[in-house]
């Protein structure tokens, strides 16, 4: 067994005593890498109590009315990183490796496609260093006015600002020196009508590199239910740094299948990105 001795429980007694059926248990762990049961010698599923209870408390939140992504992020609410939160409740994610260019352009297409629409979207975003954020503080001032929130991470020097500060319209979220996020490079921006989302985490021995020259370990999506699950755990990172704030950080209800009108956007999206890389 890869776990422990504890993991005794079948598949089919875990159904029974949960009340998820075996193929509901079998796609939450194809799509969402949970649960995550151990494999016996010969290859099957072996689950613990542990695994039961956790099962339990998402069908409870799914009845709350959660999102499967958000009951399932419940159960591990201090992500401490965009990227690895992603890695870790989607592992069908795959990352492939890109450099600064291609980052800031599919951060650029991202921004100008979905975070300036008349439906006030979510946007988030995290800078590692203050130099880079205050080289697109006007940016984002302009992009806030658009927005229904917009929430950025990075280090800073001072004390964070908020709406009618300094930020004018930009909540500031400070990442302290032993922060995860400090590494990453992130664009969320969620809507009623569907978004994106770039996670990018910079490979590690980059120290004195150049700016150009820098490389991340990185992936976007489009697909609503990823959106949705990395606007959920950047708020959740955002009300552990910023408590004062937690009442303008909850989470969005998850929004259905956009349609045609994702497909569009999609394309849009797509378009941009090749034109900005191709522009530089």
């Known amino acids: ?21 075996m ?39 799914r009845e709350a009315g959660l999102s499967l992504e958000a009951a399932i992020g419940r159960l591990n609410p201090g992500e401490p990183s965009i990227f690895a939160g992603l890695r870790r409740r989607r592992p069908d994610l795959a990352p ?31 800078f590692q260093e203050e130099r880079f954020w205050r080289a697109s503080k ?57 978004g994106a989302v770039l996670a990018g985490r910079e490979r590690p021995g980059q120290q004195g590199v150049d700016d150009a020259l820098r490389v991340f370990e990185a992936f976007w999506s489009i697909e609503s239910a990823v959106v949705h699950t990395a606007a959920d755990i950047a708020l959740g990172i955002a009300r552990r740094l910023r408590p004062d704030r937690s009442a303008d950080l909850e989470t969005p209800p998850a929004i259905g299948d956009p349609g045609d009108e994702g497909l569009r956007r ?8 090749v034109s900005y890389v191709e522009v530089g």
């Open 23 to 61: 193929a509901l248990l079998r796609a939450w762990e194809q799509r969402y890498g949970f649960p995550h049961p151990a494999r016996s010698d010969s290859g099957h599923r072996r689950y613990s109590e542990r695994d039961v209870e956790q099962i339990r408390q998402v069908l409870a939140h």
């Open 138 to 194: 006007h940016r984002y001032r302009d992009l806030a006015r658009t927005t229904s929130r917009t929430i950025v991470f990075a280090e800073l020097a001072q004390p964070p600002t908020g709406p009618g500060g300094p930020g004018a319209g930009v909540v500031e979220v400070a990442i302290g020196p032993g922060e995860p996020l400090l590494r990453e490079w992130a664009v969320v921006c969620f809507g009623p009508r569907g």
């Open 266 to 273: 999609a394309t849009s999206l797509t378009n941009r990105i």
């Open 1 to 21: 067994m890869s776990k422990s001795a504890d993991d005794i429980l079948t598949i089919g007694t875990v159904a029974e005593r949960t009340g998820a059926s």
């Open 96 to 126: 492939h490796v890109l450099g600064k260019r291609t980052m800031l352009a599919i951060s650029r297409a991202i921004e100008d496609e979905y975070g300036t629409t008349d439906d006030a979207p979510l946007l988030l975003a995290a």
